[in-house]
């Protein structure tokens, strides 16, 4: 199967400040990467879509200036929080797509942001 | 599905048993079903998925059964073993990405425990 990595796999950091996670396809192009939210025992929520060297399409509720998606090459996309807040804390994953003949996403390892 | 409520639907099996996991997803225009496992703190794992033109599809020691008319997916895990406990999603395939890619939607999550 396709390997997809995130950076960091933790990261906390205090109120106010940005986060940068990059999600990375390690061994195909991918043409269109997914951002997910997960709380506690709960779903993953979709945050955005993007295609390579288009911006991203946010979901409904979700603040675009506040999670800058950019995903300039086919093996890099990069979710910055912005202003992160205590309530911004949860676990973020990516997916991404590439042309391989089929519908399937492969996930990366997810990232855990706690921002106190 | 939707995502609501914050305890996770779960399921507890003996070691050896047969699993089964339900999930009711909620577009009929959806061809695409994949079943995940997540175990804590890792992003989703495939398993298995499934085409809206079959109604069955056997893996290994796994087995999805899909039934559009009532709009329901199921996943039988045979002879359960301890490593397959973690929580289990169907997604099902909604809107165009563009690009060739589909967004996907989650249902809300079993959690499988084994029993050994």
């Known amino acids: 199967g396709a390997v997809v990595s995130q950076h960091p796999s933790r990261v906390i950091c205090k109120s106010g400040t940005s986060v940068k996670i990059e999600c990375r396809s390690l061994?195909?192009?991918?043409?269109?990467m997914f951002w997910y939210r997960q709380f506690p025992k709960q779903s993953l929520m979709l945050m955005a879509t993007?295609?390579?060297?288009?911006?991203?399409?946010?979901e409904q509720g979700v603040e675009k200036d506040k999670f800058l998606i950019n995903h300039a090459s086919l093996t890099l996309s990069t979710l910055t929080v912005t202003s992160a807040h205590p309530e911004d804390s949860s676990f973020y994953i990516c997916?991404?797509?590439?042309?391989?003949?089929?519908?399937?996403?492969?996930f990366g390892p997810g990232t855990r942001l706690t921002v106190t | 599905g939707e995502n609501v409520g914050l305890h996770l639907p779960t399921l507890s099996v003996q070691e050896g048993d047969n699993s089964i996991i339900n999930c009711a997803y909620s577009n009929s225009a959806s061809d695409y079903f994949i079943w995940y496992k997540q175990e804590s703190g890792k992003g989703p794992q495939f398993i298995i998925d499934i085409r809206s033109n079959m109604d069955k599809r056997q893996g290994q020691r796994v087995t999805v059964l899909l039934n559009k008319t009532v709009k329901h997916l199921s996943l039988q895990i045979a002879a359960t073993q301890p490593g397959d406990s973690a929580v289990y999603f169907c997604?099902?395939?909604?809107?165009?990405?563009?690009?060739?890619?589909?967004?996907?939607?989650f249902g809300k999550g079993t959690k499988l425990s084994v029993i050994p």
């Open positions: 997604a099902e395939n909604t809107a165009y990405s563009g690009a060739g890619s589909y967004q996907l939607t």
């Open positions: 993007s295609n390579e060297g288009s911006k991203a399409t946010y």
């Open positions: 061994d195909f192009q991918a043409t269109t």
């Open positions: 997916s991404a797509w590439g042309d391989r003949g089929t519908y399937e996403q492969y």
